[in-house]
């Protein structure tokens, strides 16, 4: 039996790898995460003030926003570097779009190269969002939101302290709290992380050899790399799913460890 970061994460390539320590448990990057974001170096970028929805499309280019008004902008998919703006022809590389009607709601904010945030997304610092992800319409980041490269958080998703790795992707209607998805993760739509224990106390971990004590009040799911759920399905609180598992639609997924390759009906 192996639960060590290593056994569920590739982090060769992920920009925020020291987050994790190989040989400790994968839930426990959750308990450092907010210590991380306080000693995270946050671009100096002039955020606007308003308490409102921004109201003008606003870009992003080497730490300096520019209105979008004398602009030409390619609504491609941001994931595969297809968005792109332009100045008078001219590319401004690594642009990012923030729509109008973005709520920005306080506090830091690091926003990647390419990434596009779609009208009505209400994001809370501290959010750190990777390069070329897509924050999706009506998705909300409630804070301590570490979102990777190339990732969405789509649709009417609610994110509240986790953790993407890249390529990670909740397209639709999902819920994560307190939760972390590994490499190319795919959540069907309706999916449910939950996180809390309905007779409280501290999650437990069920796994052959004994239950292991998280020592986190509220703890989602872990989601090894490449794990897909289908739509409509629920984790318990606790759940942890090794490498290339699947949960079938419309299916609980029972709390503890379950094995790499796992298929859950």
Not at 42 to 53: E, L, T, Y
């Amino acid at each position: 039996m192996n639960l060590t970061n290593a056994s569920f994460f590739d982090l060769s390539r992920y920009a925020h790898a020291a987050l994790f320590v190989a040989e400790e448990y994968p839930w426990q990057a959750l308990g450092r995460l907010k210590a991380y974001m306080a000693e995270y170096p946050w671009p100096q970028v002039a955020w606007p003030k308003n308490p409102g929805p921004l109201p003008a499309t606003l870009v992003l280019h080497e730490t300096m926003l520019i209105e979008a008004t004398d602009l030409t902008i390619e609504f491609g998919d941001a994931t595969k570097g297809k968005l792109k703006v332009f100045r008078e022809g001219t590319l401004l590389d690594g642009a990012s779009v923030l729509m109008a009607g973005v709520v920005l709601a306080g506090g830091p904010l690091s926003i990647g190269k390419g990434v596009l945030v779609e009208s009505g997304a209400f994001i809370k610092g501290p959010t750190i969002i990777g390069d070329q992800s897509e924050v999706r319409q009506g998705a909300y980041l409630r804070g301590h939101c570490l979102v990777g490269a190339r990732c969405v958080v789509g649709h009417v998703t609610e994110v509240k302290h986790a953790i993407f790795l890249d390529d990670a992707k909740a397209g639709h209607f999902a819920y994560l709290g307190d939760s972390i998805l590994g490499n190319e993760v795919n959540l069907g739509a309706g999916t449910k992380l939950a996180n809390l224990r309905f007779g409280g106390g501290d999650v437990p971990v069920k796994t052959p050899a004994g239950t292991i004590s998280s020592g986190l009040r509220k703890f989602g799911a872990i989601l090894g790399d490449k794990v897909q759920t289908g739509c409509n399905t629920v984790t318990n609180p606790g759940t942890v799913l090794g490498k290339k598992s699947i949960v079938l639609p419309n299916t609980t997924a029972p709390s503890g460890w379950h094995t790499n390759n796992s298929l859950i009906r």
